[in-house]
């Protein structure tokens, strides 16, 4: 049997809907041949039997199905299949996201250049809709994060010390990966590419990450609506982050609140960075910001 040059990973939540159309393009669109590992872990999945035979009936031993001991979370989930991964280079996939071009060779030539421990592709929701394939850090000035947004989207510019690639399909050097732990378990979901990017960089400080926009992917979260529970789970995890790295989680979500009136105010502005199909209801997204402030900020008593 050759030996492994890449690691599919993919995690697995009550995905049957995704799963074998996922797996279908990933086959189609195989361009290293055998040289490609396929695990999927499932996070204890109602439907779990019937999705792993059927993943056997149609491919046979050439993709990997394992069933967590616990839904512990997308990180650790991927966790999971990291640490089962015998290649050196590990590509993480949402089970929504479907390849529609050859991209496996292209990521692997990028990461031979032994600085480069990260890279991406470009992102769409369908084929006549570009998503966001990358943002600027959370850190940055709320003006100055606003205006790399647009114009690192309107320009197809990425600059890799200030913006982190999206999570849903990346490649990352499994060494590096390692080095750092993988992907921090507290965080169940949400911001945990972030939070990948900023511990890279800074355990890697001469590391590059590239991004590949003659590499395009479908992701189909475009008609996904706002959740007031999710935008606060998004703003408890990316909270926690700050937090750990050093920085004041009311300085954090107090930045949060500004960009959201300014990013999110302008309507036509707000859909081209963020590419929303329907505006971002701010009243509703302010009121979490202001929840988690009130409860960040210590007790006068």
Not at 92 to 103: K, S
């Amino acid at each position: 049997m050759p030996q492994k040059k890449l690691s599919l990973i993919i995690v697995t939540y009550n995905s049957e809907k995704d799963i074998y159309d996922c797996l279908s393009s990933v086959f189609q669109y195989n361009d290293i041949g055998e040289a490609l590992e396929i695990i999927i872990v499932d996070n204890c999945s109602r439907a779990y039997d019937p999705m792993r035979q059927k993943i056997q009936q149609l491919y046979g031993d050439k993709v990997t199905v394992v069933s967590n001991t616990k839904n512990g979370g997308y990180g650790q989930g991927n966790n999971v299949g990291i640490q089962m991964a015998t290649a050196s280079i590990i590509a993480i996939m949402n089970p929504d996201v479907r390849l529609i071009m050859p991209i496996f060779k292209k990521a692997l030539e990028t990461l031979e250049d032994k600085d480069t421990i990260m890279c991406g592709g470009k992102q769409f929701f369908s084929p006549e809709s570009k998503a966001h394939s990358y943002y600027a850090v959370y850190t940055l000035p709320t003006f100055t994060r606003f205006l790399l947004n647009y114009v690192g989207i309107k320009r197809d510019l990425f600059f890799y010390r200030y913006m982190w690639l999206q999570g849903a399909f990346f490649f990352v050097r499994k060494k590096e990966l390692d080095f750092i732990g993988g992907f921090d378990e507290r965080i169940f979901m949400y911001g945990e590419e972030y939070d990948v990017h900023e511990r890279l960089l800074r355990a890697f400080p001469k590391a590059k990450m590239n991004y590949l926009k003659e590499c395009k992917y479908l992701h189909l979260a475009g008609e996904r609506d706002f959740s007031p529970n999710g935008y606060e789970k998004l703003l408890r995890s990316l909270t926690y982050v700050m937090q750990k790295n050093g920085y004041s989680a009311i300085r954090f979500l107090e930045r949060e609140k500004r960009y959201t009136k300014i990013a999110y105010g302008i309507t036509n502005i707000a859909n081209f960075i963020h590419h929303r199909s329907k505006r971002l209801p701010i009243d509703a997204a302010l009121c979490i910001a202001d929840k988690l402030i009130n409860e960040y900020t210590p007790s006068k008593h």
